[in-house]
């Protein structure tokens, strides 16, 4: 069973950073791309960011650039979400998914994806 748990989120003032985590069992974590997704109150979920365990290869959206990043750790099936310079339009909930894409890119952020977890909050005050 495919099981992804996210953790991290919480309360933070805008410039403030978070690290989220996600942990993922069941599934070839080194041969797929695993990607981050956002939903705010009242907006279609997005795609934020994701990175291929198979080429290393990551990709992000416009919106994140230069303030968030993205890795990866095999050795605890484990991808991280580091956000810095957060702005109160980063506020969400992140969800950490994955399928069976092996590369990262804007097409694989806008696929559909099988597998989710339960979602972390993250809010950002002004």
């Known amino acids: 069973e495919v099981q992804l748990v996210e953790s991290g989120g919480g309360l933070v003032q805008a410039g403030g950073s978070l690290r989220l985590s996600c942990v993922v069992s069941?599934?070839?974590?080194?041969?797929?791309?695993i990607a981050w997704f956002r939903q705010a109150p009242g907006k279609e979920r997005e795609g934020v960011s994701c990175?291929?365990?198979?080429?290393?290869?990551?990709y992000y959206i416009d919106s994140v650039k230069g303030r968030f990043t993205i890795s990866s750790d095999s050795a605890k099936n484990t991808v991280y979400l580091q956000m810095n310079s957060l702005k109160p339009e980063d506020t969400a909930v992140y969800y950490c998914?994955?399928?069976?894409?092996?590369?990262?890119?804007?097409?694989?952020?806008?696929?559909?994806?099988?597998?989710w977890g339960q979602g972390t909050q993250v809010t950002v005050s002004s």
């Open positions: 998914a994955v399928d069976l894409y092996e590369f990262c890119n804007e097409a694989t952020i806008q696929a559909s994806h099988d597998y």
């Open positions: 069941g599934f070839a974590f080194d041969e797929y791309a």
């Open positions: 990175i291929s365990n198979y080429d290393k290869s990551t």
